[in-house]
């Protein structure tokens, strides 16, 4: 089982800062990754697919970049609605993994 | 609009079944694969289970592997999951999750408790 590892765990942060959030895979996912936001009582919402591919709908402030085991989220400018929980999750192999999530909250 | 509605939720004792229910529109359900995702209460995401748009792979998660079935209707635009020998750890809210990973329905709670 491929094990995916978030950090931080947390992070507190101003609306309008740069935020870069890791994710870490135990064995190669090539670019078969992805990045959700969760905000309280909702599903997740796919954000970037591919590793750095922006899902349909979601703003260019979202970035992703990175290949094999080492991936970043990258919100180049807080709003509001992005203080929320983030997990990555990896498509290369099953069982299919998600991370256990940073959580973006507001400082 | 793509809408995806999971029922079947319920308190229930430990040892016990329970069917959940996915009802899809708005998209050629026959076209796509689909996950289960759980989510027990505070906690992350833990993928569960695939079946591909045709039946002919399924996948688990070892965490239910033996006691969890899915499968589906296409005539109905329908998936589901059986789940049989209910653990407490499978309190969750269960969700059903297209392949393309980007609609989600708002999930079904499984809460399973003496």
């Known amino acids: 089982e491929i094990v995916l590892t978030q950090s931080p765990v947390t992070l507190s942060l101003s609306p309008g800062e740069r935020v870069t959030l890791s994710c870490r895979a135990s064995q190669s996912v090539r670019s078969f990754l992805a990045w959700y936001r969760q905000k309280p009582g909702q599903p997740p919402r796919l954000l970037i697919y591919d590793a750095s591919t922006r899902a349909t709908g979601i703003p260019a402030r979202f970035s992703g970049s990175g290949s094999g085991t080492d991936f970043t989220l990258t919100i180049s400018r807080l709003e509001p609605e992005d203080f929320a929980i983030y997990y990555c999750?990896?498509?290369?192999?099953?069982?299919?993994?998600f991370g256990g999530g940073t959580r973006v909250e507001i400082k | 609009e793509v809408q995806l509605v999971e029922s079947g939720g319920d308190l229930v004792q430990p040892g016990t079944s329970l069917r959940l229910s996915c009802a899809a529109s708005?998209?050629?359900?026959?076209?796509?694969?689909i996950n289960w995702v759980r989510q027990a209460p505070g906690k992350g995401l833990e993928w569960i289970s695939y079946i591909s748009a045709d039946s002919d792979s399924i996948q688990y998660a070892d965490s239910v592997k033996g006691r969890f079935t899915t499968y589906r209707d296409n005539a109905r635009y329908s998936l589901y999951l059986q789940m049989n020998s209910l653990r407490a750890e499978d309190t969750a809210v269960y969700y059903c999750?297209?392949?393309?990973?980007?609609?989600w329905g708002q999930g079904t709670l499984v809460t399973v408790s003496s």
């Open positions: 708005g998209f050629d359900f026959d076209e796509y694969d």
């Open positions: 999750v297209p392949g393309t990973w980007n609609y």
């Open positions: 999750q990896q498509r290369r192999s099953w069982p299919l993994t």
